[in-house]
């Protein structure tokens, strides 16, 4: 069953400005943790942000921050003030526990970030 | 340099043959993470360990086959019961709120 829902397929912005990528997820663990990675066409995935469901604060990392709503079970991606080099497919990923102790890492569709000029 | 290598990065395998991949990292992590990615899709995990001679099932786990004898390495072979092996396959490392990627293996079946 999919266990993080990433609703928009594709999304546009313009240069200069902040958008924000949705991620809602599952879960009955009390402990887990959410990140975003971003898949340029390159293929390579790059870690952006984390944070963990105990975490009081929203993870910021400079453009970029998670609007971590628990209640909600969701954890937005906000980038603010738009490069071209952030065009890219961007990912949500939850970690929850999985057969034996181990913690699986699940991901959601992915978002395709476009930003205009 | 700190990081995770994943050879190769391309490929090629005959119908009915078993293919292994190779997944290296030096980052000491514990987890680490193997994921087939179809073109326009998002990440499905194959097989995950989180120690040494362990390791657990993901979600698209048939036709695959994991080993994790050093915690170094953790190769993932792709058996000939895998209906349709051609993907991108990605492996991954983590430690806590770090998890990182390595470049990726593109497989086709020809």
């Known amino acids: 069953a999919q266990k993080i829902t990433q609703t928009q397929p594709g999304m546009f912005v313009q240069e200069k400005e902040a958008v924000t990528l949705d991620c809602t997820y599952d879960?009955?663990?009390?402990?887990?943790?959410l990140f975003w990675y971003k898949q340029p066409s390159s293929g390579e995935m790059i870690f952006l942000i984390y944070?963990?469901?105990?975490?009081?604060q929203n993870a910021t990392e400079g453009r970029y921050s998670l609007n971590f709503q628990k209640a909600r079970k969701s954890a937005n991606l906000v980038i603010s003030a738009s490069q071209l080099g952030d065009s890219a497919m961007y990912f949500c990923?939850?970690?929850?526990?999985?057969?034996?102790?181990?913690?699986?890492?699940?991901f959601g569709k992915g978002t395709k970030l476009t930003v205009n000029p | 340099d700190g990081g995770i290598t994943q050879s190769p990065k391309y490929l090629f395998r005959k119908e009915g043959q078993n293919v292994t991949l190779s997944c290296e990292q030096n980052?000491?992590?514990?987890?680490m993470y193997w994921y087939r990615q179809d073109p326009g899709q998002g990440l499905r995990l194959i097989y995950y360990?989180?120690?040494?001679?362990?390791?657990q099932k993901g979600d698209i786990a048939e036709g695959y086959s994991v080993s994790r004898e050093k915690k170094e390495s953790f190769p993932l072979t792709v058996t000939s019961a895998q209906k349709n092996p051609t993907a991108f396959y990605l492996c991954?490392?983590?430690?806590?709120?770090?998890?990182?990627f390595g470049q990726g293996t593109r497989l086709t079946v020809v």
């Open positions: 991954a490392t983590r430690l806590n709120t770090e998890a990182f």
């Open positions: 879960t009955s663990d009390q402990s887990y943790g």
């Open positions: 944070q963990g469901s105990y975490d009081e």
């Open positions: 990923a939850m970690s929850r526990l999985g057969q034996g102790g181990s913690e699986k890492l699940v």
């Open positions: 980052l000491n992590h514990d987890a």
């Open positions: 360990s989180q120690i040494v001679n362990d390791f």
